[in-house]
């Protein structure tokens, strides 16, 4: 009986052993899973599943004085994003603009709170519609350059995308409170197509 019991013990031994050497240090199980988990319970930003698809700017010169940015605005999350601010280093303001409709005339105004972008969806900037609008540009914006482009979302989160200078002619919408401005400053001709 001594030796079953001692093959027993020793077939017990070689067991365990081998079920303590399956569980441990092999980067499986729950310590394999902790890194991962960590991740997907990282809080994303709306910056990390932002991107824009084609975007592009209307050649203008700093005499213009403004200009705007267009492109599809892409929302890669699970969650519907605000993007609420843009900016570009060689304007001396940046607005997101929305069109409005009067009668047959379009208005272009200052978009309040922003642009939404559904979950998984996209929000088109173009002519005649939304846009992020540069003013007081510095400097030429010529055909065929590229400027960097940075956007603010509600969550305080930022992206910076690139954007290529094309001409373009169309869009004969207004801005509101032109015409206060146009008796002020003598006129915003040439303004009136993007």
């Known amino acids: 009986m ?97 069109s409005s409709t009067e009668g047959v005339d379009s208005t272009m105004r200052e978009k309040e709170g922003g642009f939404t972008i559904p979950a998984g969806g996209s929000h088109l900037l173009e002519p005649g519609a939304d846009h992020i609008m540069l003013m007081d540009l510095a400097e030429d914006l010529e055909p065929g350059a590229e400027a960097n482009v940075t956007v603010e979302f509600s969550d305080g989160s930022t992206a910076e995308f690139t954007a290529a200078v094309k001409d373009y002619a169309g869009a004969d919408e207004e801005y509101e409170g032109e015409e206060q401005e146009e008796s002020r400053s003598g006129g915003h001709e040439g303004h009136e197509d993007h």
């Open 2 to 98: 001594d030796r079953a019991r001692t093959v027993r013990t020793a077939w017990a031994a070689a067991l365990l052993c081998l079920g303590l050497t399956a569980c441990g240090g092999t980067g499986s199980g729950q310590e394999g899973a902790a890194p991962a988990d960590q991740e997907a319970g990282a809080a994303a930003t709306a910056a990390d599943s932002f991107s824009v698809t084609d975007p592009w700017i209307k050649a203008a010169t700093a005499e213009e004085g403004m200009t705007g940015v267009f492109g599809e605005l892409v929302n890669g999350s699970g969650e519907e994003v605000t993007l609420v601010s843009a900016g570009y280093d060689a304007a001396g303001a940046v607005e997101l603009h929305e």
